[in-house]
């Protein structure tokens, strides 16, 4: 969880899917789950945040305001989650060319030599 705040990045990427499809049984195959474990997450976040994001009694589903407004900031944390990653991913492939390459052309040039 991120602070006391009653949602981790995960129970965000589920509700955002289940905003974007319009359909928790659409959301659950896009993220590789079941629809039931998606509507307990749904379920858990409404009850965590107090408060209604979804009226599920009509389909597609609807948002209610209160889920408009944590879909536009859930869509921008998800955002700000991913720079790490790739920037993580981005400093690892970089160290590993800065390490490598050079022992490699030493290598190549070295057996070069030696023939």
Request: aromatic share 6%.
């Amino acid at each position: 969880m991120i602070g006391n705040f009653g949602f981790d990045l995960k129970s965000l990427e589920i509700f955002v899917s289940t905003v974007d499809a319009g359909n928790m049984t659409i959301a659950a195959e896009k993220l590789g789950t079941t629809q039931s474990a998606v509507s307990q997450n749904l379920a858990n976040l409404e009850r965590s945040l107090e408060a209604q994001l979804l009226d599920r009694t009509v389909r597609p589903i609807e948002v209610t305001t209160a889920g408009r407004f944590l879909y536009d900031s859930a869509q921008q944390m998800l955002k700000q989650a991913e720079k790490p990653a790739k920037i993580c991913a981005k400093l690892t492939s970089i160290t590993l060319t800065t390490l490598i390459l050079p022992w490699l052309i030493h290598w190549l040039i070295r057996s070069v030599h030696l023939w």
